[in-house]
């Protein structure tokens, strides 16, 4: 339930959410074990609430790509824009090796859909935070979701007959002031619950807000400098994001992983580019049990799509054993983002409850 942790609900986002008697969820099961969390995350939906959401079954993934030489279709991205409130999205079997004509299609979506954020809440059970363990784990893994080398701008080229790839690498002001925002955002947020939490429990985890800025602008001084920078700046220029109202550190990514491991507990609101992010959080998720138990969600101004990211599990899948929990807990975090919030409360409450 939310008394676990200081998740994320109260986003200014989708305010007229609460207001709505129905919502239209898209279903992308896509790979693997997609097909088998997706539909148990609905299950959970339907049974929270009988009758409040519609479910549209969208198609992409790597399979798809193999049948039909296209991993996202248009149609599905323009189902999403026109007819849904926000959606699901299972696994993608991408292939390690170059495939002519292929893109991973959750990357497409981010980039196609403005999905500018991956959010990755880390935290300890309940039983945990219920009884006052010091080191008990709050986290919030704030990841920009657009650029950096995941633009999938690549080359091949022959020096002195010797093969040479290069990846181009993109940085923008704008993509890493927003996502600066809104960990500023979440940090305030975050601790307001944790201080009402306080008010029952008596125990409070992190004293006041922090945001850690994760970068390596020591030697990519022009391209993690600049999200560097601008995150800052978003302190600098906002009074309320100040120094009287939130911690703000940095953290060199290297670090970032030693810390991560040594020190968990420390950390409440980490923003990183794009991939530092992926890594930092997969690793994360080894911290309180798996990437089969952690909730993930993509988000945009206007639009969430939670994803569960543990892969799509080839070995196991159609076996009936996948684990659903990340899947169902994504689910919950995207209906946070809808501001149902009642909902979502249940359905945390229920796995917790299960896990411990």
Wanted: aromatic share 6%.
């Amino acid at each position: 339930m939310f008394a676990r942790s200081a998740r994320l609900f109260g986003s200014p986002r989708f305010a007229s959410s609460a207001t709505k008697s129905s919502f239209t969820i898209g279903l992308i099961p896509a790979d693997g074990i997609g097909r088998e969390v997706i539909p148990a995350a609905a299950a959970v939906l339907e049974a929270v609430n009988p009758g409040k959401f519609k479910f549209i079954d969208l198609e992409a993934g790597f399979e798809l790509f193999q049948k039909t030489g296209v991993a996202l279709p248009d149609e599905t991205v323009t189902r999403l824009k026109n007819e849904c409130d926000g959606a699901m999205f299972g696994a993608v079997s991408s292939p390690s090796h170059k495939v002519a004509g292929y893109s991973s299609p959750i990357v497409a979506l981010r980039k196609k859909m403005d999905l500018y954020a991956n959010v990755r809440p880390v935290a300890s059970p309940s039983v945990s935070t219920r009884s006052g363990n010091n080191n008990a784990i709050d986290m919030l893994i704030i990841r920009e979701n657009t650029e950096c080398l995941y633009i999938k701008s690549e080359r091949l080229e022959n020096v002195d007959g010797q093969q040479v790839a290069w990846a181009d690498r993109r940085i923008s002001e704008k993509a890493s002031r927003r996502v600066g925002k809104m960990a500023f955002e979440q940090a305030l947020q975050r601790h307001a619950l944790r201080l009402k939490q306080a008010e029952k429990t008596g125990q409070l985890i992190h004293q006041k807000p922090k945001v850690t800025v994760v970068h390596k602008s020591n030697v990519l001084s022009v391209t993690d400098g600049l999200f560097r920078e601008s995150v800052l700046a978003v302190s600098k220029e906002n009074p309320q994001f100040g120094s009287d109202f939130i911690d703000l550190e940095e953290q060199l990514v290297d670090s970032m992983v030693y810390r991560l491991f040594r020190e968990p507990h420390l950390f409440d609101v980490v923003v990183a580019p794009n991939l530092y992010g992926d890594i930092i959080s997969d690793g994360a998720a080894a911290l309180v049990g798996s990437l089969g138990v952690v909730a993930s969600a993509n988000v945009g101004d206007n639009f969430v799509l939670g994803e569960p990211v543990h892969g799509s599990a080839p070995d196991i899948a159609g076996k009936g054993i996948a684990n659903p929990i990340a899947a169902i807990r994504s689910a919950a975090l995207l209906l946070e983002y809808m501001k149902l919030t009642s909902e979502a409360s249940r359905i945390y409450s229920a796995v917790d409850k299960l896990l411990v």
